[in-house]
């Protein structure tokens, strides 16, 4: 087993090599001599990975095509429309395989797998995406998925040279009984901020209004958006100025110092990481946003609806009826209106301060469970075969945004340059529509973001933009640690009804008041159900990570 200092320096190592990736398409990172140090030398290590564009493999493909089956998640009702892929479509005769997909919603997908992982039967050959399978689905059932090393240094030499270049990628995929039982991913072109506010322009010149800097002139935007006709169809009630799906997002609480990038619970406020529930940062924010309840400006239908209906409300079908967000980019969810609506600065909260979420070297730049090999898998060597041909630059861009010749136009110069999406179709939409996006294995090697071409007003590039308003603001947030088994199960008990109750508190404080009378006996119950405990398991993972 790996020792706790290894765990510690590999979590650091992932952060340090992940600023090395981010120099050719996004902001660079704030000048730190350690990183800077470190990634100096991980770069020269680096140095000796070559990039090759995606061949033949070198074992003989198989004399019929063998099938394969690989489940992976998909947000909302996106499908399974990456199939038509060109380069996964080619890839399934080089390998000699046949890939039958299984794609999942997240809307139902925490009960099948539960149905699913429960009953240890019927697995697919290979999980795909790290929304899919989570570090804890695999340490309470490590039986379930194959022990990765010797298949990745029999089968896989391209997945080798990537964590030649990238140790992280062994580093952190290595689970506390001491095997790989995943496989890693770096992205291309990551920007430091994740969710961020877009508001609708058009509705802002149509009411006469700026955009709002602080949390006063939010309210005031929105309550306008609500009450003056802000869309212009003589229609003044039909205006919803901000919609959600099943809770209130930490988003909207990023005002009060209040950030969450990994789900965690835990948050950076007054120089420490704490259970942010209980904080008095959490209770402003709940206030606050009682208060735009009792203003009627958010979504009533908001604690009930899934993300199939707020999406329909994001797009519908006639005009645009919703007037504030916080998402990925301007045109993740908005549709055909993506045109009336523009990212802002993070809102000042009541301290006069901006809080926003994010990664100094890139969101979600390397992670871990983007691919796991199960034990019903008959042909573990064909699955390994399979996954080592994403690990090459040329494949990866590939499956983060769509095939050359489709999505992507490779220059004789030897770049790549991003096409537009089809009309009507938002670049982000059709990028989701035409790959695996975010989910599965890929590799970018040093140095080869900078022959990608963004469009600097659209996508990615536009993002990229976006996220400069937010950068300055970023504070640290509770990484991926990885915890023990018996950490593990423990959360995972007191985790379900801490956040039971938390949620359920919630509602009733922003849907009816009284978090002031409520407040020190709601404290009380969590300590009862086992608080204590919970922050004590997190705070020993993270002092194990950080050495």
Known sequence: ???????????????????GFMSSCG???PADPIATAESAIASESAGTVKTEPSGAVDSPAEPEA?????????WGDMGDSFKQNQWLIDLEARVGVSIEWDARSDSDWAEQKALLIGSGTGLPDIFLGNETIKDGDIIANMDLFLPLDDLISQYMPKYQAAIDAIPAFRDLTTFPDGTIRSFAKNLPCRPMTRNQPIINKTWLDNLGLQAPTTIDELKAVLVAFK???????????DEIPFSFNGDIPVDLMNPFGVTDINTSRMSWINGEFVYYPTSESYKSAIKWIHELWEAGVL???????????????????DINIVGLNFQWSVDAVTGQWNKEFVGIAPIKGPDGKQYAEGDWNGVYTIARNEAEITRDCTNPELAARWLDEFYDSEASIQNFWGAIGTVITKNSDGTYTLNNPPEGTSADAWYWDQSLRDFGPKF??????????????????AKLEMSKLADPYIVDQYPLVIFTEEESEELA????????????????????GGIDEDWDAYLQQLKNMGLDRFVEIKMAALARARG
């Not at 979504?299 to 797009?315: C, I, L, R, S």
């Not at 022959?451 to 600097?456: E, N, Q, T």
């Not at 009804?497 to 849907?511: A, E, F, G, N, P």
């Open 66 to 74: 063998q099938t394969l089956k690989v489940l992976t998640m998909r």
């Open 299 to 317: 979504d009533e239908e908001g604690f009930t609806q899934d993300w199939a209906m707020v999406n329909n409300k994001w797009q519908n079908a």
């Open 227 to 237: 009450e003056q006709d802000a869309n212009g169809n003589g229609d003044p009630n």
């Open 27 to 29: 902001s660079n990172p």
């Open 444 to 461: 970018i090697a040093p140095g080869f973001s900078d022959l990608i071409k963004l469009d600097m007003t659209s996508g990615d590039g």
């Open 493 to 512: 008990t007191l985790g379900a009804d801490l956040d039971s109750y938390v949620s359920q508190s919630r509602i009733k404080w922003v849907t009816e």
């Open 1 to 19: 087993m790996k020792s706790s200092k290894k765990r510690a320096m590999a979590l650091l190592t992932a952060a340090i090599l992940a600023a």
